[in-house]
């Protein structure tokens, strides 16, 4: 099992940009297939973004679509979720995952390890 803690959450207003990233540890991330979720307030948790374990394939939900970018640092052990030109819809408390057999990238039962969140607010 992979321990992930997430950072980066905070307060900007919109149209500024946060990184968000996702320190591992116990495992080599670079095993995993990793995903970002958000839970916006009173709704339900939501695909944000993913990271093929080999060929590193990104895929984003089309609400952050050309906004925001996966990537990570397999020296570091982390991965980040660099999030620009962001919106008050974007507030959320963001959880990155991670899995080793996940079939549908989309799908958080697919993922069986997660950081416990961190909140991002973005005000108009």
């Known amino acids: 099992q992979v321990q992930l803690v997430e950072t980066g959450g905070g307060l900007v207003q919109a149209g500024g940009s946060l990184r968000l990233s996702c320190a591992a540890s116990?495992?080599?991330?670079?095993?995993?297939?990793l995903g970002w979720f958000r839970q916006p307030p009173g709704k339900e948790r939501e695909f944000v973004a993913a990271?093929?374990?080999?060929?590193?394939?990104?895929y984003y939900a089309d609400s952050v679509k050309d906004r925001f970018n996966i990537s990570k640092d397999n020296a570091m052990n982390t991965a980040y979720l660099q999030m620009d030109r962001l919106k008050p819809a974007d507030t959320a408390v963001y959880y990155c995952?991670?899995?080793?057999?996940?079939?549908?990238?989309?799908?958080?039962?697919?993922?069986?390890?997660w950081g416990p969140g961190t909140q991002d607010t973005v005000s108009s």
């Open positions: 995952a991670a899995g080793l057999s996940v079939r549908a990238v989309r799908d958080q039962d697919d993922y069986s390890d």
């Open positions: 990271l093929s374990r080999v060929t590193n394939f990104q």
């Open positions: 116990k495992r080599t991330l670079s095993n995993y297939i």
